[in-house]
Structure formats: structure tokens, C-alpha cells
């Protein structure tokens, strides 16, 4: 195929591991090139191999020879777990970073939507920040004067337009910095979890608008934890682990193939490896029947629980665990957090130290069907809330229908929920 | 690889940008800066609009900064330490002449030495050429310039000088001071995305740039034989061209400003190499 809009090929990126090691000291800089320099003229040149022997250990590789082609107008997702190089991938491909090896060749304007709002600056109006967000993420200021009303339509703001965004509420500032994004037009789009903004309204009203990008034409290449959008946005999907691609195809058989390895397949305990660099971190999460014991089928009307463990490494200031049941096609069918809780009592923060939590779920809730757990850390800052821990679509459990009148009289189960509900009837 | 669907004909005529790992020496992408003029331009908007948003203030800055210096140099150099300027020019004026390109200078510098760290959720966000910022902040830094610059003609009516056609030179001064800016601003915000600790040597650097250059004292009170060396800082060449061309005060050029200019020169291009290598990491790094 020689038409492509991108062209990936061979592309490869080295890390160095350790936050601690992100940036230097001159002071420790000085400190080596004294040291080295003293080394030098004691040691040999021996001594070296070792050295880089040292240095390697220190570097990951979070790419491994990647390439694919990507076809013009196509919408292509990106799944896999954390870690596993999708953001890195589409940071080379956004131009933010250079791959160590490789190259990737693209065929038109290149617009990248890595975060929501880069760029707004807090004493700015809403009308100064469309400009400026509109600059940043690449449009000229002819195109944003033709494109501001619909903008401001868009983001349903019109009578905080003058207002600095310090003044705003959080689902405001999204709200507005999701509309100026919405309205770039490039011929290839980069997008970065951008979809979980605001309410639940206006976050089916941005998807619909990807929706309308994916159809106008465009390459657009999407990158998401949120399989349900994956899903419903690109026909196709790459599947990466590890740096390295698993699959590449149609976007179903991508997140099949993403479902059936490892930790997110048939266990009923995962169990999580450390990462010393994050400051809390879930550790397990497992599905436990009424008995206490690890299940993977469970009545849908006894109660269950679900429980999680997490470590806190180094005091992290008000974060709290959510976890989210999600049904068969990834959509959440509830959700619950620690923080309600916490606030309550007064605890904003978790002390270094091993937690264990029981989410106790009553029974009869869920609806017979398929389910997967997911489990995040979540800082809660001023602006906004940010996601630093994730596990994904764990512990696929089944909730089966344990004799109940709909299964007796043959019909089946519509809806999420199997609680019962009072019905009232009366003869006039 | 699936090719779901029909690829448009339009596509390969559409120019294509190739990403590859940092290779040459220097490539400066011209026609790219070109292309970004704009959000330069916004760089440029924005930081003046934060700056004088409460407008009294942001301006009164621009004018105390540079006029409160110039009170505390009278008293202490002008009457305590008795400094003559030479030609008979009153002494606040002949200081604030010299006030002014260096509040430009290190205002310029300070800013921008900062800014890819100020603005790291920029660099690790989108894509830009990084230049933009701390040329950005080195150019916002005329409009300060400009509203200090109304003091300055005030003392002159004030004193009675009029300025001799020498004053024709005086933007190529102001450029001379915004390229000398702009290049120690290119090493120095590169340095401060590498090296975290780096920031603290700033204020520094600037306080000993300054007492280095003839801004309290005429360089006629240099000996003979350093001007030379002294007349190698580019802001000394700046100074000096600044008071002959508004004050008329011949002996204040520095011999060789040519050499000054070739030095800035040197360190326009040096720094934009190093800016430009430096820049493929930021992302990673900062």
C-alpha cells in the first residue's frame, strides 16, 4: 500500500527509568565530571564496558521497533495497559518527542490533543483563552475568528465569555477548552483520552463530535483506556504491550486479543507488579463471593464484594481508590469511591503503608451478564482530578441468573440491573 | 495491515513531515518559524495581557523599576561616591540612559530563561519550535522598554539635551540589546530544563553582569588599558551606543563595538545549536 497518511516505521524509544533521575543537578553533574575525571586518571580505560554495562540498566525501552501503515481517513485506536507505550507513541507521532530509532512519515496537517486545555492560562477571558488554546493547538487566527461562534456555541458558555477562567468551575474550563479542540482541522488528529470530560451530557455530545470528526474524513488516531469509545469511534485497532505490537486489525478482534493476555485473563485474583516510582499504588483487586472465597460466578442475587489492596509508598495528598463494574461492552454500570467516604471522617490523606478495602455490593443488583472490575487512583487538585494509578477490565466475572421469575416464565433480562422494584397496583 | 477504507486520491499530494531521531548540526527551520509567526504573536499577547491585566500596577512597574534605580544610583554613586559624568551631563539622566537598555536586557533575560520550565505543560503537550517562548519573552519586554523609554525623554526636556542625529542609531542598539538578550536566554533556558538547580545562579549572573557593565559609572573611569577587555560585553557596547545617541557622549562608544557584535553573533548561533539539540529531549527531561 504506498498511500498511507502515516507510515510508522521501525520506530523505537529509550527511556530513562526513575523519577528520581528525571533531572539532574549541575552540582551532581560537576560532582561526576570531578569523579570521572579523577577515575580517569587512575583507572584504565578497562573500566568502561562495566560503565555502560550500568547505564544500560538504567534505560527501558518503552517503543521496540514498531511500524504500521495507517490509511487516509481511517480512525485507528490505540489500546493496552498502562505502560505498554501507547502515549509515547503518539507523543513521537505529535512531534513532542524524537524517537531514538525510527521514523515515522505523515501525510498532511498533524493536530494533536494530548490534554484538554493546554495552554489556558487562568487570568485569561474565555474569549482571550479561544485564542490562545486555538494558537497552541495549531490554528491561524483567521480560522478561529471564522470558527469562534460556533465555538462558543458549542461549549455553552456564551455569558461567562468575559469572565477570567480562574473564576470558572472545573466542568466549565473543560467544557470550553474541549469545544476549541473540537474545532481543529487538521487532516491527521491525535487524540489522548480525551473523551472522559465533563458531564455525562456533554461527554456524549464530545463523542458525537469525534464521531462527526471520524466521519468528516479525517485520519484520527485515538488512544483511550475507555474500550466502550475505542469501540465506538474506530473500526480498527493496534494492540500494544510492552513497547511491541501485539495486533493490528479490526478493532474487536484488537480487544479481544488485549482481553485474553495476562492479568485481564480468567483469574480471579490479579495481582499486580510493584512500580517503586509510583507513590501509591493498587497492589490486588479480586472478586469475592458471600463466603469470602474468590469467584468468578456469582448469583445475581446474593450479595458480593470486591476486594482491593493498595500500597502508599510516599504521602500522596487527597487521592482516593474508585472502583468501576463495567458490563460486556466496557460502560460503567456503577461506580463507587473511598473519598464520600473519607471526607466524612475527616482523612485526606493516606499514610505510607498497606490498605486493605472491602466493597461490599449487594445482591440482588447487577442483571445476569457479563462483568469486568476496574480500579483507580485518583489525586483530586484544584482544577481537576487526575487518574495516577489504573488496572484495567480485571477479574471478568459472570452474575447468572439464579432462578428468578423473568428466567422461570422464559423471557429474558433487559437493562443493567436485576434490583427489584416495588410495583403498586391498584383497580379503580 | 487492514485498509478499511478507500483511500482519497488527495492524499499524496499533501506535504509530508518526517520524524526521525536528532541528527546534523544545524537545520534552524526558518520556513517553520515563519509558519508559527502567529503563535509567537499569542506568546507574545499573552504575556502582556497577564502582565497588565490590573493595568495600574503592570505599568507603574514598568516605570518604578528603572526610576527607583535611578534614585538609589544618584545618592549613592552620583553624590556619595561623587561620580562625574563626563560632557557635563547631569548624572540621574546619564544613568537612566543606561537603566534603560539593561532593565530591557535583564528583564528579557530573567523571563526567558524560565520559560520552557514556566511552561512545561506546553512542551510536553504540543508541538511548537520551543524558540517561540523565550523569543517571546525577550520581545514582550518592549513594551516596557517603551513606557520607561517616556521617562527618559521627560529628564532630557527636563535637563534641556537634544539629542543629535547620532539618535538614528539607537534601534540598532535596542537590537543589539534584544540579540544579546535573546542569545544568553537560548543557553540559559536550555540549561534550566537540564539542570533544575541552575535558576538559583540567575539573579546572580545578573547582578555581577551589571556591576561589569558602565551603567553607575562612565567607562571613562575605566583604566587605559581594560576598556578594551571591558568593551567585549556586548551590553557595554549597548550602554554606550545608548548615551551617545541620546546624550551626544562620544567617548562613551566602545572601541571596538564591532568586536562586540561579532561576540553576539558567535553567541546567537552557538546558543541556537545548542537550543536546537537540546530541544528533541525537553519533553522528556523537563
Redesign the interface.
Known amino acids: 500500500m504506498s498511500d498511507y497518511a502515516i507510515k510508522v516505521e521501525g520506530l523505537s524509544k529509550q527511556y530513562r527509568i526513575g523519577r528520581k533521575l528525571r533531572y539532574h543537578m549541575l552540582r551532581d553533574d560537576l560532582h561526576m565530571a570531578a569523579v570521572r575525571l579523577l577515575d580517569g586518571l587512575r583507572v584504565t580505560r578497562n573500566a568502561s564496558p562495566k560503565r555502560k554495562d550500568l547505564r544500560d540498566a538504567t534505560r527501558v525501552w518503552a517503543l521496540k521497533d514498531v511500524s504500521f501503515e495507517i490509511a487516509p481517513g481511517s480512525s485507528i485506536g490505540i489500546i493496552g495497559s498502562n505502560g505498554a507505550g501507547k502515549t509515547t507513541l503518539l507523543k513521537i507521532m505529535a512531534h513532542i518527542t524524537a524517537p531514538t530509532q525510527g521514523r515515522v512519515r505523515l501525510r498532511g496537517r498533524v493536530g494533536s490533543l494530548l490534554e484538554v486545555g493546554t495552554g489556558f492560562h487562568p487570568e485569561l477571558t474565555g474569549r482571550e483563552n479561544i485564542y490562545l488554546n486555538g494558537a497552541i493547538l495549531g490554528m491561524r487566527k483567521q480560522e478561529i475568528d471564522r470558527k469562534f461562534d460556533e465555538i462558543v456555541a458549542f461549549s455553552e458558555i456564551e455569558q461567562y465569555l468575559d469572565t477570567p477562567v480562574k473564576f470558572y468551575s472545573s466542568g466549565m474550563g473543560v467544557r470550553l477548552a474541549f469545544s476549541v479542540a473540537a474545532h481543529l482541522d487538521p487532516e491527521i488528529l491525535l487524540l489522548d483520552e480525551v473523551l472522559a470530560v465533563g458531564d455525562v451530557n456533554f461527554q456524549k455530545k464530545s463523542l458525537n463530535k469525534m464521531g462527526d470528526v471520524v466521519r468528516g474524513g479525517r485520519t484520527v488516531l485515538f488512544v483511550s483506556h475507555n474500550l466502550a469509545a475505542v469501540k465506538s469511534l474506530c473500526q480498527s485497532a493496534i494492540y500494544l504491550e510492552h513497547g511491541e505490537v501485539k495486533y493490528i486489525g479490526d478493532v474487536d478482534s484488537a480487544i479481544e486479543a488485549y482481553l485474553s493476555v495476562g492479568e485481564l485473563q480468567s483469574v480471579q485474583k490479579v495481582e499486580i507488579k510493584a512500580n517503586e516510582k509510583k507513590s501509591a499504588q493498587i497492589m490486588t483487586v479480586s472478586v469475592l463471593d458471600r463466603t469470602g472465597a474468590a469467584a468468578m460466578r456469582i448469583a445475581h442475587d446474593q450479595p458480593f464484594s470486591l476486594s482491593i489492596q493498595m500500597v502508599v509508598r510516599e504521602i500522596t495528598p487527597q487521592f482516593f481508590p474508585t472502583i468501576h463494574i463495567l458490563d460486556s461492552e466496557f460502560v460503567p454500570v456503577i461506580s463507587s469511591s473511598h473519598f464520600i467516604s473519607a471526607e466524612e471522617s475527616g482523612l485526606h490523606s493516606y499514610s505510607p503503608g498497606t490498605y486493605s478495602f472491602i466493597v461490599d455490593i449487594p445482591g440482588p443488583l447487577l442483571a445476569p451478564g457479563n462483568y469486568r472490575i476496574s480500579v483507580n487512583l485518583t489525586q483530586k487538585t484544584r482544577k481537576n482530578n487526575w487518574t495516577f494509578d489504573r488496572v484495567e477490565h480485571v477479574c471478568p466475572f459472570e452474575i447468572y441468573d439464579n432462578g428468578s421469575l423473568l428466567a422461570r416464565y422464559g423471557l429474558k433480562w433487559t437493562g443493567k440491573l436485576s434490583l427489584p422494584l416495588e410495583w403498586t397496583c391498584t383497580k379503580e | 495491515?487492514?485498509?478499511?477504507?478507500?483511500?482519497?486520491?488527495s492524499?499524496?499530494e499533501?506535504?509530508?513531515?518526517?520524524?526521525?531521531?536528532?541528527h546534523g548540526w544545524l537545520d534552524l527551520r526558518l520556513r517553520q518559524l515563519w509558519f508559527y509567526r502567529?503563535?509567537l504573536y499569542?506568546f507574545i499577547?499573552?504575556d502582556l495581557?497577564?502582565r497588565y491585566?490590573q493595568t495600574v500596577l503592570g505599568a507603574t512597574w514598568a516605570i518604578l523599576q528603572p526610576v527607583l534605580t535611578m534614585i538609589v544610583f544618584s545618592i549613592v554613586f552620583g553624590k556619595l561616591a561623587n561620580i562625574k559624568p563626563p560632557d557635563g551631563i547631569p548624572y540621574p539622566v546619564f544613568s537612566y540612559a543606561a537603566l534603560l537598555p539593561w532593565q530591557l536586557f535583564s528583564g528579557a533575560l530573567a523571563n526567558a530563561s524560565s520559560s520552557l520550565v514556566i511552561?512545561q505543560?506546553?512542551?510536553?503537550?504540543?508541538?511548537?519550535p520551543r524558540i517561540l517562548l523565550p523569543l517571546a519573552s525577550v520581545l514582550s519586554g518592549l513594551v516596557d522598554f517603551g513606557i520607561a523609554f517616556i521617562v527618559l525623554l521627560g529628564l532630557m526636556i527636563y535637563y534641556h539635551i537634544t539629542p543629535t542625529w547620532a539618535v538614528l542609531f539607537l534601534p540598532l542598539f535596542i537590537l543589539l540589546a534584544l540579540a544579546t538578550a535573546l542569545a544568553v536566554s537560548l543557553w540559559l533556558s536550555a540549561?534550566n530544563?537540564?539542570?533544575?538547580?541552575?535558576k538559583y545562579m540567575i539573579p546572580f549572573l545578573l547582578q555581577f553582569w551589571m556591576y561589569a557593565t558602565p551603567i553607575a559609572y562612565p567607562s571613562t573611569l575605566i583604566p587605559e588599558k581594560w576598556r578594551l577587555v571591558f568593551g567585549l560585553n556586548p551590553m557595554a557596547g549597548v550602554v554606550g551606543g545608548f548615551r551617545w545617541a541620546l546624550l551626544g557622549m562620544k567617548a562613551e562608544v566602545a572601541p571596538l563595538l564591532i568586536l562586540a557584535v561579532i561576540i553576539v553573533v558567535i553567541l546567537l548561533t552557538s546558543g541556537l545549536i545548542y537550543f536546537q539539540r537540546m530541544e528533541?529531549?525537553f519533553?522528556?527531561?523537563?
Request: glycine share 0%; proline share 8%.
Open positions: 495491515m487492514n485498509n478499511l477504507i478507500n483511500p482519497t486520491s492524499q499524496s499533501l506535504p509530508e513531515i518526517v520524524l526521525e531521531p536528532p502567529e503563535l499569542f499577547w499573552r495581557k497577564v491585566k511552561n505543560s506546553l512542551v510536553t503537550k504540543v508541538y511548537f540549561f530544563v537540564k539542570y533544575r538547580d541552575f528533541q529531549t519533553a522528556d527531561v523537563i
